[in-house]
């Protein structure tokens, strides 16, 4: 969906603030080395980035897959002349800053349509400059775009809430939202460190709605400690909004009560004994290594067969008890 720039500013913009995560993995460097553009790994995740630097000499570079500079600094070296997307997040602590005097540098804004806004360095408050635009930039209130810079942005999804709650076994994400315009799906991504985030399930949205919705979700084997949640909106057209990042502690209390399924480690096709009385004819989840429910099993005679999986370490969840366990090849 085209990020429509308008002139109404949505309440909940202040709830959509960039992702905190470890300086070290959001720093984007992009530079010349022995003839070769190199990006730094904290340019991975364009969407992510908490630090942007242009390296002198680049030359020409377009950069349309970052679609979030909200709050960002980019910092841009002579003869580097960057091209961004207009639909891009900016924010009133959204800047350019030239190293050096910024020689040779031109920046171009392209929107969706090819329409494209170029500004060089120029001097005092030329229209075309650097400075002047950003100007623009410090006059947005909550979230603009690089294309609109001093107009709020219609945003996909006008959040109203964003939180998670650890319980005995699981820990729950609640999202709510005021109104959506083409939400096709939440992506839900969960991480152990704040930096490498993994895929945890995905949400189907309302479409377009200007009612209030609620979203539950249970992640049922988190790890013990701190665990941190990720949510991405997808438009239809495959547009993505990250809506932020929120942290739970969760203590795993219930794996002390069974600890004894049996084989362990175990191969495809074995039969998985819970050895936990009174749970025949129960439903056990079957839990992968990315948190990930792959299924559930009905258990007759305290266990079910294990079905094709890779090698690594899973868990079984019965009736609010768990036990960790090894597949071997």
């Keep these: ?35 070769q553009t190199v990006r730094s790994p904290g340019c991975s995740r364009p969407d992510l980035v908490c630090s942007l630097e242009l390296g002198a000499g680049i030359g020409d570079i ?40 910024g020689g040779g540098v031109v920046i171009t804004i392209i929107d969706d349509q090819g329409t494209t806004r170029t500004m060089g360095p120029g001097g005092g408050n030329n229209p075309n400059g650097i400075r002047a635009y950003n100007q623009e930039l410090q006059s947005c209130e909550g979230t603009c775009t690089l294309w609109g810079p001093s107009a709020p942005a219609l945003l996909p999804v006008s959040l109203l809430s964003w939180n998670t709650k650890a319980y005995d076994n699981y820990v729950e994400l609640r999202w709510s939202t005021m109104s959506e315009k083409d939400n096709a799906y939440y992506l839900l991504l969960h991480s152990r460190d704040g ?56 203590n795993d209390i219930a794996a002390v009560a069974m600890r004894s399924a049996t084989p362990n480690p175990a191969r495809v096709g074995d039969r998985l004994n819970l050895n936990l009385p009174g749970t025949e004819g129960e439903v056990a989840h079957l839990i992968g290594p990315t948190g990930r429910v792959l299924g559930e099993y009905r258990l007759q005679g305290g266990g079910f067969t294990l079905p094709e999986l890779a090698a690594g370490t899973y868990v079984v969840r019965v009736r609010g008890q768990s036990s960790r366990f090894l597949v071997a090849n």
Excluded at 12 to 20: F, G, I, V, W
Excluded at 74 to 101: C, D, E, K, M
Aim: charged share 20%; with cysteine.
């Design 195 to 250: 930096r490498t985030f993994e895929e945890i399930a995905t949400i189907v949205g309302r479409g377009t709605t200007d009612q209030i919705s609620d979203y539950t979700y249970r992640h049922l084997a988190p790890a013990t400690g701190i665990n941190y949640y990720r949510i991405e909106q997808i438009d239809f057209d495959g547009s993505n909004t990250a809506l932020g990042v929120q942290s739970a502690s969760w």
């Design 1 to 35: 969906m085209i990020k429509s720039m308008v002139a109404a500013l949505l309440v909940a913009a202040p709830l959509l603030a960039p992702q905190s995560v470890s300086a070290q993995e959001c720093n984007c460097l992009i530079e010349r080395v022995d003839g």
């Design 62 to 101: 377009d950069l349309r897959e970052f679609t979030d500079l909200r709050d960002i600094t980019v910092y841009i070296g002579n003869h580097a002349s960057p091209t961004f997307r207009g639909a891009t997040f900016s924010s009133n602590a959204t800047q350019f800053s030239l190293l050096n005097g």
